[in-house]
């Protein structure tokens, strides 16, 4: 399986999870560990998109795909229809997945793109240590697209 991940070159090859542990996110309490990856490159990069400058991702950001063996344990679990519009819902998801650790993986539904997934990783768990970070990539967006971004309002 091969998952993405959009991060600061200086980051790019760290599966610790402190960004998480430090700012929490949709999946995560502060203080807690986890790791942010997508199914697909441009996922990927409109996960970090929604935070920050689409300018700013391609100076400083690179896209890292990272390898995991089939055989990974996965976590997938049971949302309401409206989980989206829960952060305590999926905070609390995300936290119980984290500290269960049972799980290196889970697979949840992007918040962004309907029908596409993010998978979250657990860096304590045993496994992270099979999860293999390949080359990193510049990530390119097209003239059109940046200029369309500089002319909205």
Not at 7 to 27: E, F, V
Not at 110 to 134: C, E, G, M, T
């Amino acid at each position: 399986m091969i998952l993405y991940r959009c991060a600061l070159k200086k980051w790019i090859k760290d599966l610790s999870g402190k960004g998480a542990y430090l700012h929490g996110g949709r999946w995560n309490s502060p203080g807690l560990f986890m790791v942010y990856t997508a199914e697909n490159n441009v996922l990927a990069a409109l996960e970090v998109a929604v935070r920050i400058p689409l300018e700013s991702i391609s100076e400083d950001y690179l896209m890292v795909p990272l390898e995991l063996p089939d055989s990974i344990s996965m976590y997938k679990p049971k949302l309401p229809g409206n989980w989206n519009l829960q952060t305590e819902l999926t905070r609390t998801v995300g936290d119980e997945f984290i500290n269960k650790g049972k799980h290196l993986l889970m697979k949840v539904p992007s918040a962004l793109v309907s029908d596409s997934y993010n998978f979250l990783l657990n860096p304590n768990h045993q496994d992270i240590k099979k999860v293999k970070v390949l080359e990193p990539r510049t990530i390119l967006f097209d003239k059109r697209l940046m200029e369309m971004i500089r002319t909205k309002p």
